[in-house]
């Protein structure tokens, strides 16, 4: 409430800056930072979270979130979270990772962290390409989808299956909570939020590894529009990354 | 070094030395991956770092090792990972990061032959890479280099002590026989020095405002004034960090010089050659980066000739003749390939470069 006795029914979260972001327009990124945003300040938790930045579009989150924050090397945010976390466990820490960050060059990282337990919150933002390298396939590209490095479309034969990072790590024993959501309608991108915050509720409650994949838009480098970068979502890549809790533990 | 007389001296292999000391040191947390031959320090703080209630883990990689030290490095807690020579390869990546973004951390190398997977022996081939940064971008880092398992626990607590004044990642080198050797040392915890204090850890923002630690730089200018704040450390290390020791330098012809196991076989050389009364004297730079260079450029005006003695094919000998400067002859003595040098090969090279 302000003096004058208006009500905010919308305000900028206090767990993100006032400044700009650099991401392009239809980007999801802007969106995840808001939703963790908004979860953190909803959960009471801004003071004592520390978020990894990965190497990716995302890697200026720092300059963006409205509470502390490393920078890791390409891939290496879960050993990075592990370190942080086993040294102060009282803390809430959290990954932020692309899908080449998390399902390319650190898979190891990300599988043992998983299996290890470790009782972190990791947030996969699955937009299907490498964006802050100019547009290359990335382990989630669809299959047919032309990119830089997959100019006449991902070819099963040459490069394998998209990779399904959710059901890839539910059947490990140490983690806790596995769900995908969508940024694709304003539904579905409630729905995702209620997911992150229960995989941050999780933490603050002790439970095991939670992992929250979004899937995102990348309007530039899906060369489509914002609003068809969002129906692309519903129609081609929702039905091949099923939406939903896949694991719970509670 | 130091004094102690109330402890007793106790076996230690070097590996267990380090651990101890590390733990004595204040180390909260230590990340491994299996490698040979350095596994008795990942097995004696699995052991010990148990006992004490601090973290252990054993990595999925070393990739992922120095990683996890970077994280509880961010965090303002004292952390230190091992391995041997293939391993640190991969932890190159970590360890320049660590430079990037002003970390403290401790890496131990119990080198070993290489290149490649090489074999288990002991070596020196690691020497560039230690002194050179090892990692991409423009760093160094310090490099303790011990000669007997008492010495490479009293450089422990001094890695840790430098790591965090300067914030840089700094590395004791070892080989395969430090590593293994056992020897009686004394391990307590040195008079402890003051320290800067930790004003840049991430504990979360809690009646501050929040903070970041990155090593990217973006706008104009900005990577270049970070990598002049990171010279201007090196520049005071070098000035304020160099050690080494000297053993009958003052009058001698030539001038053997020789770090770790080697310098241990190379004093043994110089006691019998005096013997025989030849001139012969032995500098052993202690820390490898900063290289004791004025001390050497300062010799380089009395003796005739120097010797750099390495387990390897000549890496060292770069930095003595950048030392002497054309002062007088620099030549090389040495082979690697996880073989050890033998006194009687080290004196006949010596006893061959004697000014006749
Ligand atoms: C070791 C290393 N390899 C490659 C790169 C180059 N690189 C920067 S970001 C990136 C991939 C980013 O893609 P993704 O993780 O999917 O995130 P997005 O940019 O799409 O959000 C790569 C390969 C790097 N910085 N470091």
Known sequence: ?250 | MKENTTIEPALFCGNEAIGEAAIQAGCRAYFGYPITPQNELTAYMAKRMGEEGRVFIQSESELAAISMVFGAAAAGERAMTSSSSPGVSLKQEGISYLAGCELPAVIVNMSRGGPGLGNIGPAQADYYQSTRGGGHGDYRTPVLAGASVQELADLTFLAFDIADRYRTPTLILGDGILGQMMEPAVITHPEPTELPAKDWTLTGSRGRPPRSIKSLYLGPGELEAHNRKLQEVYRTISETEVRWESLMTEDASLVLVAYGITARICREVVFRLRKEGLPVGLLRPITLWPFPDKAIRELSRTAEKFLSVEMNFGQMVDDVRLAVNGNCPVEFFGHGGGEILTGAEIMEAARGHLPR
């Open chain 1, 1 to 250: 409430m302000k003096s004058g006795g208006e009500k905010f029914i919308y305000r900028r979260p206090e767990s993100l800056q006032d400044v700009p972001t650099h991401y392009c327009p239809g980007c999801g990124h802007g969106t995840v930072h808001r939703i963790i945003a908004e979860v953190i300040d909803e959960l009471g938790i801004r003071e004592r979270t520390v978020g990894i930045a990965p190497v990716g579009c995302a890697v200026l989150a720092y300059d963006y979130f409205n509470f502390d924050v490393t920078e890791a090397a390409h891939g290496r945010p879960p050993a990075v979270a592990t370190g942080l976390k086993r040294v102060r466990p009282d803390l809430i820490v959290f990954t932020y990772q692309g899908d080449g960050d998390l399902a390319a060059i650190g898979t190891a990282e990300i599988i043992h962290a998983a299996n290890r337990g470790e009782k972190i919150t990791v947030i996969f933002v699955n937009n299907g390409i490498y964006g802050m390298t100019g547009g290359q396939m990335a382990p989630t590209t669809l299959v047919g989808q032309a990119t830089a490095t997959s100019p006449r479309g991902r070819d099963c034969e040459e490069t394998g299956p998209p990779i399904k990072v959710c059901e890839m790590l539910a059947p490990l024993d140490g983690t806790d909570y596995i769900a995908r959501g969508a940024l694709d309608t304003p539904a579905h991108t409630r729905v995702l939020k209620g997911y992150i915050k229960k995989a941050f509720l999780n933490q603050v409650e002790g439970r095991r590894f939670s992992l929250v994949e979004a899937l995102s838009p990348c309007p530039t480098y899906w060369r489509l529009t914002p609003q068809d970068s969002l129906a692309r979502i519903g129609a081609e890549i929702i039905p091949h990354f099923p939406l939903g809790v896949i694991k719970d533990e509670e």
